[in-house]
């Protein structure tokens, strides 16, 4: 496994969860490690991503304020932490790495490297 994604689960709605996600070697985490999510019978979407150099975050319009984005540099792992939960926050998270651009972070196109994505359900 290239990419480990862990930390979903269920949760009910306003609560937190953190996920994780470790790259098992340093040359695939690219330049930039971030999440999407998957929500049921929809496209995958850009959720967060930061830059390794410099700790830029960049957010969907739908979770800025709410989720934050984090790394550790050492351990070659980001992580997300989710607050204020919604059950709009239901789907299947992943994490992926690019070397691409910080102009396209929120393209899934520019994304290489992925994790095998971890649930998160949010109920009422």
């Known amino acids: 496994v290239q990419l480990q994604a862990s930390g979903g689960g269920l949760v009910q709605a306003g609560g937190s969860l953190r996920l994780s996600c470790a790259a098992s070697?340093?040359?695939?985490?690219?330049?930039?490690m971030g999440w999407f999510r998957q929500p049921p019978g929809k496209e995958r979407e850009f959720v967060a991503t930061i830059k390794w150099s410099g700790g830029f975050t960049y957010y969907a319009d739908s979770v800025q304020g709410r989720f934050i984005i984090s790394k550790d540099n050492a351990k070659n792992t980001v992580y997300l932490q989710m607050n204020s939960l919604k059950p709009d926050d239901t789907a299947v998270y992943y994490c992926?790495?690019?070397?691409?651009?910080?102009?396209?972070?929120?393209?899934?196109?520019?994304?290489?490297?992925w994790g095998q994505g971890t649930l998160v359900t949010v109920s009422s």
């Open positions: 992926a790495s690019t070397w691409g651009v910080q102009s396209a972070y929120r393209d899934v196109n520019l994304y290489r490297y």
């Open positions: 070697e340093r040359t695939l985490r690219g330049n930039a």
